[in-house]
């Protein structure tokens, strides 16, 4: 199955992305908004009213579940902002 990253780039179905969101969570759905929005973890952290540790935890959630691996070539923040913007 591939991973959201390689669904964008070869024009994957939003349908296909609509699957991979799925799994998210509320409070991962909301962090993913606010990171759509360009907001850093600080931000997130003090929009929603917790650490910033409980944000990035949040954040390496959504790139696991989105499939998005640390690969060191591509920046798994905008994959998972794209992936959203496509659901």
């Known amino acids: 199955m591939p991973s959201a990253g390689q669904s964008l780039l070869r024009g994957g179905a939003a349908s296909s992305l609509f699957l991979v969101l799925s799994p998210l969570t509320p ?9 759509a929005e360009g907001r850093t973890n600080a931000a997130i ?7 910033t540790g409980a944000v ?10 989105l499939g998005l691996d640390d690969s060191g070539t591509d920046h798994r923040r905008v994959l998972a902002v794209l992936a959203y913007l496509q659901n």
């Open 56 to 65: 990035e935890k949040n954040v390496t959630s959504i790139f696991q579940k």
């Open 45 to 51: 952290a003090s929009a929603m009213f917790v650490g």
């Open 27 to 35: 409070r991962e759905r909301e962090v993913l908004t606010l990171m």
